[in-house]
């Protein structure tokens, strides 16, 4: 069977990019996360989205899964192939396939990476720019999207897929379609004013289909570009502080962070607010519009803005920053996951106390966070825990750690985002039953073999 | 294996497969083959999972671990300090235990065995080494102030030869006092080191610095970059101490001492940083001296460069493996897709290895009236 | 604890006050207004000036009796709990700059330079002017003295003591020097000046940089190629607990072939460079600094700003650079005339 599938998925994509050897079925069985391994039978690589709809065709005929995968970089491990069959990896459709500058969006293969378009951006249209996740430059928009990512300019944009356009998207059962304005018109602006089908393939962990390209709004970029840093004691006020911060609509990310490390830090409660203006005089202006809106805390001198000159900048500048990956470095041992939960922000002092009872009680290093998602909406709150990768126990305590936050999130009211298969179905039980019924029948009418990243989203 | 200690550290972020400024894949290994194992990171974690027991040493892996090319990309990009200055060394080391195994790619073993046997790839007596001089009048090292060192590649292959007669020309114009060994010298051993065939590697250096310490050489000035590597970072450490420059370190502080036609034709000149003067010597500046310096020569920049170059695919061994050859996106190919796309007439080189890699993929991509392959010194002489 | 060395007598007997009257940043309508409000300072009441205050320095240089106006005013800032910035950019800076307890014994020997908190800044250190020297740096030897910008005076009191005892007993008690250069020159202020005020004992030597600079060009005046080239100096807040050093300057200026052109914002009148107002949450103010330094810089010409406070340049440094100056420090300067 798997000899088959291997020649089969060889004529469609050419024997260099087809493998079920055991070094690919090793590697491709988990991601950096604290999640069990889940071997493929075969990692399959194609080049174009008539070799994706061959794949999922064979798929079919086959009754093989199929997992979809991009950079790989989830950490919950959405990409392993729970119930075994053919991984798809999306990295060789990486091609930038459109900029449009005037009506500001970019359109991208399924496996384009986030550094690849920054980069394109940055020589070909140094006026635009996407908003960048907090993932390392090699994880793609897709995948971003996919899972609702949000990234570096979410306070001005929403999240990742609210910043989507349209999308070419290969159906598990084969057929090829298209959602948002490019369905009608070949032009990539909105997904407005059609029924909004791109909700069929937004955060389904990839058991819907496989998007292979997709527009993305592009922002201005700005010639000068600047951070400042909130500092305050008292957690209750974050909500609050939050609010009056995102009233000004000048800042384009906002992202709240409480840290054991550097020891300084401890205790106290950070918010960096990236913003950027075409000119110095504007700059200013925003940033006196920033300062104002929380000046009555400064004047109590219970908070107040970092001092940080320009050359200390420049690191909290850095899109993306490696700070990120290296807290997997923090135990030595190359591993970190975190429950990132949706919620409310009015919880924000709940969701951080928790997070701290969590780390305390399962011994666990630790950062907390948040991103603020549009103009004070909501916001994803982060609990990050590093382990060492090569110390059993310690995985096992940070994976404890992760499901006892994943119950603390949905019971504040949060909910998990990009959740693991076990968290889905923490999920799913506190669902209106009547949406997990739709989400089913949906996908029966979409997947009817069940090939799509099957144990996903499952009760 | 030594270096075992850090392999599960790694967090295979995948900061390693990019440049700095992300333009593309710039992980010869990881750009040719695209499954995750040939990364960086996946090395890393195959590593691991061999020491563990969880996968075999099978031919691919061996592959896998072979296809590196040691251009030091991860070494760079990596986002972990301090953990990443011991990527290539834990390659290395993992290369080792393979070749203890017993499980090497059929092209490495040959690679190896020629080296063994007649201290060259090429399987040519040492005692005619001296052959690419094809009838230019270039002293034996005597007591001159520099020895030359000619690599395999200059020593043998004919592309190789036409370049060592050029750098040798101009060295002479240039009034560098210089002498070379036509019958003793051995393979430079960059490369075997790079394989993880510690032993040979010592025995081929120790061979040479006899002769070196024989001939009382005190400053050396080397062809090809992986030389210059190789004795200067690895030969001190089995007693071989020499003042050691690649040419063009040398060259770009005499170029004051030459003069040009009138009539140099203008030409837009694309550098390719070679990784062993580049990424591993940290030199991206001496090339580009000499170039700036000459008449007529307008340099461009292509995306990749200096720290961020993207490597030729010959690094490693690759050169006569061929591990890395085949398909459309070797990254010798879309190395000189990028020097057209940047406007170059001229793709300069300062590495034998680079010219033969790069024109090869000149001809493999149709690209023979767009852009010529030549190597820094070939570009100096023209304009004289 | 000891008292800051100040005398009431000297206030009330002075005719100018001048440590109110010249200040630039609070304002007073007569020298009466000054006067009453100096005198409350001393008799520990609230004043506005304690609210005010830029914490600049400048009044312990305008006193006529060096009557330590200025530690005396953040004596009763912190007595008051009058807090200059918010609590928790105060608290995470003590923190951050706090003794970590890394430092080991280390051999040097003369000259021996204090690089205090600027581990960055020991790339400086190197060539003929620092030839032999050894560096020692890190916030195990900090001089502290930024807390007089946050009304801690409790923390100088705690810290200094620590960091002198650290530096003589890693360093200097070893070595074959009792001196130490102050590659900072609030470290020469903090062992000096405050020490003195503090009642600090001080057992080494510290040499001021620039009495440093002056005799090695001597030394190697053979070596000296002029500059020729116009410059402009931002006097930083901690010279003025040492302003006969300005004068030394001058010296060295002269020597290697640099031209002090004259500003409105230099010497006595020197402008802040806008860095502790941006800590105290007056970002307007400092904009405003900015803005006045830089303009006055621009309007005498000249191809140099120097710097003798890193924390200046910093602050200062990319606008001074946007505008078509060259930021540097004086230390780099004076080794550009040396040739290096």
């Known amino acids: 069977m798997t000899t088959d599938l291997i020649n089969r998925l060889a004529k469609i994509v050419g024997p260099g990019f087809v493998s079920g050897e055991a070094e690919e079925r090793y590697l491709y069985s988990m991601d950096p996360g604290t999640m069990p391994a889940a071997a493929p039978d075969a990692v399959v690589m194609p080049a174009n989205t008539e070799e994706v709809q061959q794949v999922i065709l064979l798929a079919n005929e086959l009754k ?73 430059p090699i994880a793609t928009m897709a995948g971003n999207v996919c899972i609702h990512g949000s990234g570096h300019l979410s306070v001005l944009g929403g999240s990742h897929s609210d910043m989507l356009t349209g999308m070419e998207v290969v159906l598990p059962s084969g057929e090829i379609i298209r959602t948002g304005s490019c369905s009608v018109s070949g032009e990539w602006f909105a997904r407005s004013p059609l029924p909004d089908l791109s909700g069929l393939f937004v955060g389904w962990a990839g058991t819907t289909g496989i998007v292979t390209r997709l527009g993305i709004k592009l922002f201005p970029s700005y010639k000068h570009n600047d951070v400042l840093i909130f500092v305050a004691e008292d957690a209750d006020l974050m909500p609050e502080i939050i609010s009056r911060l995102t009233s000004t609509q000048v800042a384009e990310d906002m992202t709240p962070w409480m840290s054991p490390k550097p020891a300084w830090a401890k205790g106290f409660l950070h918010i960096n607010i990236a913003y950027g203006a075409h000119t110095k005089k504007e700059l200013i202006f925003k940033r006196n519009l920033l300062q104002a809106s929380v000046r009555e805390y400064i004047d109590q001198k219970i908070a107040g803005f970092l001092p940080l000159p320009p050359p200390q900048k420049g690191r909290f500048l850095e899109i993306p920053s490696p700070d990120l990956a290296r807290f997997a470095d923090l135990r030595k041992g190359g591993g970190f996951e975190y429950v990132g939960a949706l919620m409310a922000i009015e919880h924000f002092p709940q969701a951080y106390r928790a997070g701290l009872a969590i780390a305390e009680k399962f011994n666990v290093s630790y950062s907390l966070g948040s991103r603020i998602i549009g103009a004070g909406h909501c916001m994803m709150f982060f609990f990050a825990y590093a382990f060492n990768r090569a110390d059993a126990e310690d995985v096992k305590r940070a994976s404890d750690a992760l499901e006892a936050t994943n119950e603390a999130a949905l019971k504040i009211g949060g909910i998990p985002w990009k959740a693991e298969e076990p968290a889905q179905k923490q999920i799913i039980d506190k669902m209106d039953p009547n949406t997990f019924a739709l989400m089913d029948r949906i996908r029966s009418v979409l997947d009817p073999n069940q090939i799509m990243n099957p144990g996903n989203w499952e009760k | 294996m030594e270096h075992e200690e850090i392999l599960h550290r790694c967090f295979r972020c995948g900061y390693c497969k990019l440049p700095g400024n992300y333009v593309d894949i710039n992980c010869p290994a ?187 050489v005190k400053k050396i000035i080397t062809l090809s970059p992986h030389s210059l590597n190789a004795l200067k970072n690895d030969y001190p450490a089995l007693g071989g101490q020499y003042q050691v420059f690649h040419y063009t370190q040398v060259l770009a502080f005499a170029m004051a001492g030459l003069t040009f036609s009138d009539k140099e034709p203008e030409a837009k000149i694309a550098y390719h940083d070679p990784c062993y003067l580049g990424r591993h010597n940290t030199d991206y500046e001496s090339a580009r001296m000499i170039l700036r310096s000459v008449p007529g020569v307008t340099l461009v920049e292509m995306d990749r460069n200096r720290n961020n170059a993207l490597c030729c695919g010959g690094g490693g061994g690759n050169f006569f493996t061929d591990i890395l050859s085949g398909g459309d996106e070797t990254s010798a190919r879309v190395r000189v897709r990028e020097a057209v796309d940047a406007g170059a007439e001229i793709l300069a080189v300062a590495c034998p290895m680079c010219a033969v890699m790069l024109e090869d993929a000149v001809k493999a991509e149709n690209l023979d009236d767009r852009i010529q392959v030549l190597e820094v010194s070939e570009i100096v002489r023209q304009r004289f | 604890m000891k008292s800051i060395k ?243 300057l001058d010296e060295i200026f002269e020597k290697i072939g640099a031209e002090r052109v004259p500003r409105k914002y230099d010497r006595e009148n020197a402008l802040c460079c806008g860095g502790v107002p941006r800590a105290h949450q007056r970002d307007e103010l400092a904009d405003e600094l900015v803005e006045k330094n830089i303009n006055d810089m621009l309007s005498v010409g000249a191809t140099y700003c120097v710097f003798n406070c890193p924390f200046c340049m910093a602050t200062l440094g990319q606008e001074v650079a946007e505008q078509g100056l060259m930021p540097i420090l004086v230390s780099d300067l004076v080794q550009i005339a040396l040739g290096e």
């Open chain 1, 64 to 136: 093989v899964p199929i997992v979809p995968m991009g950079a790989g970089l989830v950490l919950s491990g959405l990409t392993r192939a729970l119930r075994g069959g053919i991984i798809v990896d999306m990295k060789r459709m990486n091609h930038i396939i459109e900029v449009n500058p005037q009506s500001r969006y970019a359109v991208v293969e399924g496996g384009a990476s986030q550094g690849m378009l920054k980069s394109y951006l940055k020589k070909h249209h140094p006026q635009l720019k996407h908003s960048m996740p907090d993932a390392p």
């Open chain 2, 30 to 216: 990881y750009l040719a083959f695209r499954f995750e194992t040939y990364s960086p990171g996946g090395r890393m974690w195959l590593l691991r999972a061999w020491l563990d027991e969880k996968i075999s040493a099978s031919e691919r892996f061996a592959e896998i671990m072979f296809s590196c090319a040691t251009c030091g990309n991860c070494v760079e990009h990596c986002a972990f300090p301090e953990f990443r200055d011991r990527l290539l060394l834990a390659f290395t080391a993992g290369k080792e235990a393979l070749l203890d195994a017993g499980q090497v790619p059929a092209p490495v073993r040959d690679y190896l065995t020629k080296i063994q046997l007649h201290g060259n790839p090429y399987g040519k007596s040492v005692k005619k080494s001296g052959q690419w001089l094809d009838g230019l009048d270039v002293a034996l090292f005597s007591d001159q102030e520099h020895l030359f060192f000619i690599d395999d590649v200059g020593t043998y292959d004919p592309r190789g030869q036409e370049i060592a007669r050029s750098v040798v020309t101009l060295l002479q114009k240039a009034g560098i006092s210089f002498g070379i060994i036509t019958d003793a010298m051995n393979s430079d051993g960059n490369d075997v080191k790079a394989m993880g065939e510690t032993a040979l590697f010592e025995d081929l250096a120790e061979k040479n610095i006899k002769v070196l310490n024989k001939l009382n």
């Open chain 3, 6 to 248: 100040f005398n009431p007598d000297l206030c009330v007997n002075c005719e100018t006050i001048d440590c109110l009257m010249k200040c630039q940043y609070v304002t007073f309508s007569d020298i009466a207004e000054a006067r009453e409000e100096k005198l409350k300072i001393n008799d520990g009441k609230d004043s506005r000036v304690l609210h005010e205050c830029l914490t600049c320095y400048s009044c312990q240089e305008y006193c006529p009796y060096d009557n330590n106006p200025f530690f005396l005013l953040v004596e009763r800032q912190e007595e008051k709990g009058v807090l200059p910035a918010p609590k928790p950019i105060v608290e995470e800076q003590l923190r951050m700059m706090a003794p970590k307890g890394r430092i080991t014994k280390q051999a040097v020997s003369g000259p021996v330079v204090d690089m205090c908190a600027f581990p960055m800044l020991t790339g400086c250190v190197r060539g003929k002017l620092f030839e032999g020297a050894s560096t020692i740096v890190g916030t195990d030897i900090f001089c502290n003295i930024m807390w007089l910008h946050f009304a801690k005076n409790s923390t100088i009191r705690e810290r200094v003591p620590q960091m002198i005892d650290n530096i003589m007993s890693f360093y200097l008690k070893d070595s074959d020097t009792n001196e130490l250069v102050c590659f900072h020159d609030e470290c020469y202020g903090t062992y000096t000046s405050v020490a003195d005020a503090y009642g600090i004992e001080v057992p080494f030597k510290p040499i001021h940089q620039f009495d440093y600079y002056n005799q090695r060009l001597d030394i190697l005046k053979d070596h000296i190629k002029p500059i020729n080239a116009k410059i402009v100096y931002q006097r930083p807040c901690s010279n003025r607990l040492c302003p006969q050093t300005d004068q030394v």
